[in-house]
Structures are given as C-alpha cells and as structure tokens.
C-alpha cells in the first residue's frame, strides 16, 4: 500500500521557468492538500481539493495552480518560478473532514 | 487569527527519559487537536487525534492531553528512544473543513 507519493523528490529550477508536482494517492480519499513547508514556520496551506474536479485557494496560493482532474491525483502548478518558492513541498489527503491526514513524503524545490 | 505556539523550540534528552512537549493554541471555533511526528526528509505522520470532550490520548509511548478550558495540549513521551528524535508538530482544526493551523513544531533529540 503506498499511500501518498509524491514526484518529484527533488528539483532545481531557474527564476521563471515552470514545473507541476504531482501527488498520487491510492487510499479512495476524498479530500487532498498542498502544503509548504519553510524554515522556522508551520505548514502553510497552499490549494486544497474536496473532491474530483474541485479546488480551492488556501492560506499561501499566490504563484501557484492546481488541478484535480482525476479522483486519485492532485497535481501543483508554478507557471513562473520565483526564488521565493524555494520550499518543501508537502501533498496530503484524507478521506473525510475530521480524520487525520496522510502526508507524502516531500519535494524539496530550490529556484534559484 | 488562529495561532498555535510550541514549547520548547528544541530538546535534547538522554535515551530513557521521559519528556513533555507542550501546545498554546488560539483556535476558534475549535473542533479537534493532532499531534504529528515528523522525522528529518519525511512528511508528518499521525500520532493522535483529540476532539473537545476528551482529555488524555495515548499511542503506545506518547500520551496525549488536552485542556479545552485553558487550550492547553501537552504531549509526553515516556521511556525515549533513540527513534524518538524528530520534530513533533501540534496542530489544530477549526470546525472549517480544511483550516489546520500548524504550530512551529518541537525538535526533539534524544541521545544515546
């Protein structure tokens, strides 16, 4: 059972160029999850999905895209990196509003 | 604004000890607080789960509590293992179905 994973692990990018993490879940869940993750700061919300085909902005959602086309995937968008997007970047799921999450375990992105 | 603060930022104890990690929140309306683990290069994963009406959770060597009143958590851990060294994160789930506000996390190290 692998739960959530994430691809990429890692990846360097220059100022300006695009990329899209993907997230893949195979536990049926409903709800799924963009975080950021950055030094000495909580996990902060990026978009969020309740549903296939649904997104929502959450907390830090400025620069990035979402998609949730299929129940299973949640892929992140930056359509022009920036330097301050240098994150680890954390996708999560869970199957209804009060259980806990499920975290992958990560994409660390440096845009230099 | 929603807000949860952590204490200690970091801890260093000798394998074997005990310890207790504490949680201040500011969470309106609340609806549940979690605990996470979360070792270095890994994404968090669930330790426990508490809603208003209960007071103490445990799992296996973690325990748990809460203080609605005060809106206190505290989590301990007894007998420390060298596996024990992570960051331990409280979170906190307003009755919104996907607002978590993240503390800053404790860095526990535990020695040998």
């Known amino acids: 059972n692998a739960g959530v994973t994430q691809t990429p692990k890692f990846r360097v990018l220059k100022t300006g160029q695009s990329m899209t993490l993907l997230c893949a879940q195979d536990m049926n869940h409903e709800y799924m999850y963009w975080y950021r993750q950055d030094p000495g700061m909580g996990l902060r919300l990026i978009h969020y999905?309740?549903?296939?085909?649904?997104?929502a902005k959450g907390e830090v959602p400025d620069g990035y895209n979402v998609s949730r086309l299929k129940k299973q995937n949640f892929l992140l968008g930056l359509e022009s990196a920036a330097p301050s997007q240098t994150s680890v970047y954390f996708c999560?799921?869970?199957?209804?509003?009060?259980?806990?999450?499920?975290f992958g375990s990560g994409t660390q992105l440096s845009v230099l | 604004k929603n807000q949860v603060e952590q204490s200690p930022q970091s801890l260093i104890i000798l394998e074997g000890k005990n310890c207790t990690l504490q949680c201040n929140y500011t969470v309106s309306p609340f609806s549940n607080l979690r605990w996470y683990k979360q070792d270095t290069g890994r994404g968090p994963v669930s330790l426990t789960i508490?809603?208003?009406?209960?007071n103490t959770k445990s799992n296996g060597r973690y325990t748990a509590t809460l203080d609605a009143d005060t809106k206190q958590s505290s989590l301990h851990i007894t007998a420390s293992q060298l596996s024990d060294s992570a960051s331990y994160i409280c979170?906190?789930?307003?009755?919104?179905?996907?607002?978590?506000?993240f503390g800053k996390g404790t860095m526990l190290l535990v020695s040998p």
């Open positions: 508490m809603t208003f009406s209960e």
């Open positions: 999905s309740v549903g296939e085909g649904t997104t």
């Open positions: 979170v906190v789930a307003n009755s919104g179905y996907s607002t978590l506000t």
């Open positions: 999560a799921s869970k199957d209804r509003p009060l259980r806990k999450l499920f």
